[in-house]
């Protein structure tokens, strides 16, 4: 087994239900011992678009050695290739959709090649299971791949912006996760969200309750809050809708 592989981390769109429980008893199966941790799985469906750049900011601040499996695949069964990348001291494995277009470009030495294996039996409609989670398996094992390298130029998605000014993401709370970095934006600028002109606050209670406001949340991102409230009723939000631009005093 390759050593350098300490854990597995499922990240999809499927949610609740039957899809997930099969691709860990999967691996289980395939790779008895290798822990297999639940990162998101309930990424806006069918969004490649979306979750493509929310992948680079979940990975910022995890363990070397991780092998990401990265389903978000509208286009099962159809003419796509499978992905196996090298970035961050990791890797990634999903479908080309564009889904490691942002993390190709914000990696420094990230390499792709595309994956020419495929198991003999393979349904049509779940290639998580099917395929990724073997792929996953074989490459743990230093078993061959038929892996071609490519450029990252000719990936899915390779045209698109650096940066999403999009909601990204909603969790539990109602918080809005957006494709901006955060680092750069000027701590005295307010973000235009919907029809609502927001001021920075460093962190909740620096709001007062009811107050909506953006901030610099845990993955690096610009996210969008309500203090004790829900960021997406009180602003009419949700994944996919634009945001910004910034404003900055006169």
């Known amino acids: ?14 949610g609740d239900g039957i899809y997930v429980g099969q691709m860990r008893a999967r691996l289980d199966a395939l790779l008895p011992g290798v822990p297999v941790v639940d990162l998101v799985n309930d990424l806006p469906p069918f969004r490649a678009d979306l979750a493509a750049y929310l992948v680079p900011a979940l990975a910022r601040d995890m363990p070397p050695g991780t092998l990401y499996i990265c389903v978000v695949d509208p286009g099962v069964g159809g003419e796509r290739d499978g992905l196996l990348v090298h970035a961050r001291d990791s890797w990634f494995i999903g479908p080309d959709n564009g889904f490691f277009a942002p993390l190709m470009r914000s990696a420094s030495g990230a390499t792709a090649a595309r994956v020419g294996w495929r198991p003999q039996a393979m349904s049509a409609s779940f ?72 001021p920075y606050a460093r962190t909740f209670c620096e709001a007062a309750p009811g107050d909506a406001f953006w901030y610099e949340n845990a993955l690096g991102l610009v996210e969008i809050a309500v203090n004790q409230g829900r960021a997406d009723r009180a602003l009419g939000l949700s994944p996919g809708d634009p945001v910004g631009p910034f404003l900055t005093p006169d």
Do not use: C, K
């Open 127 to 198: 290639h998580g299971r099917d395929w990724f989670v073997p792929v996953a398996a074989r490459w743990s094992a230093g078993a061959d791949l038929g892996l071609t390298p490519v450029d990252s130029a000719d990936l899915v998605g390779s045209d698109w912006p650096t940066e999403l000014p999009a909601v990204l993401y909603v969790d539990r709370f109602g918080n809005l996760m957006t494709g901006l970095q955060a680092a750069d934006r000027p701590r005295t600028g307010s973000l235009l969200a919907g029809a609502r002109v927001l």
């Open 1 to 14: 087994m390759r050593s350098s592989i300490q854990r597995i981390l499922l990240v999809t769109d499927f």
